[in-house]
């Protein structure tokens, strides 16, 4: 009798999973992770926001650091990364070098965006925009302009962004380069 009550407990067990198994559809797939993290930026025109407003503290403290003759130029790496900080670094001190100073703001328009790329952590952004330093003038020891006269005062640049380690929705100017293809300006 053991042996008999043994398999028909088997055979419950067999007819109890097959039974089991006819409830849920043949077709059914997991259902997909919702991602915990939202993007860095939720459109373009977010990329572009924030793409615009990091150009602008970075042109601010140029501006600054460039009209008091290059001194402590090591402001401008809260708006740059540590690798194009310390080439602009280089550029300020060689106005201290030449005793030189600027008077004017650059000022830019035209900005658009050029490429946008961003992960959960990461993000990365490019703009064209038209830079224009007529305004601006180059001031020596004594105070005499010597503003190159044959300078290009508009000019189309590519500037190139990340996200900042901390957050990657605050952008560091990673680089700033000459437009080579047609003006835009």
């Known amino acids: 009798m053991p042996a008999l009550r043994t398999r028909l407990l088997a055979v419950l067990a067999v007819v109890a999973a097959t039974a089991l198994a006819g409830c849920a559809p043949a077709d059914a797939t997991p259902p997909t992770p919702t991602p915990t993290l939202e993007p860095v930026f939720a459109s373009d025109e977010e990329a572009l926001a924030a793409a615009i407003a990091a150009y602008e503290a970075y042109q601010n403290a140029s501006s600054e650091i460039s009209s008091e003759g290059g001194t402590e130029p090591e402001r401008i790496a809260a708006t740059v990364t540590d690798e194009y900080s310390a080439l602009l670094i280089e550029e300020f001190v060689g106005l201290q070098e030449r005793a030189l100073r600027t008077e004017g703001t650059a000022s830019f328009d035209s900005a658009s965006l050029a490429d946008y790329f961003a992960s959960d952590d990461e993000s990365e952004v490019s703009v064209y925009l038209c830079r224009d330093i007529g305004e601006v003038r180059v001031i020596d020891a004594s105070g005499a302009d010597v503003t190159p006269t044959a300078r290009t005062e508009r000019t189309p640049l590519l500037v190139h962004l990340v996200g900042s380690v901390d ?10 380069e000459p437009w080579s293809g047609d003006s835009f300006c």
């Open 167 to 176: 957050d990657p929705a605050i952008l560091l100017i990673s680089a700033i």
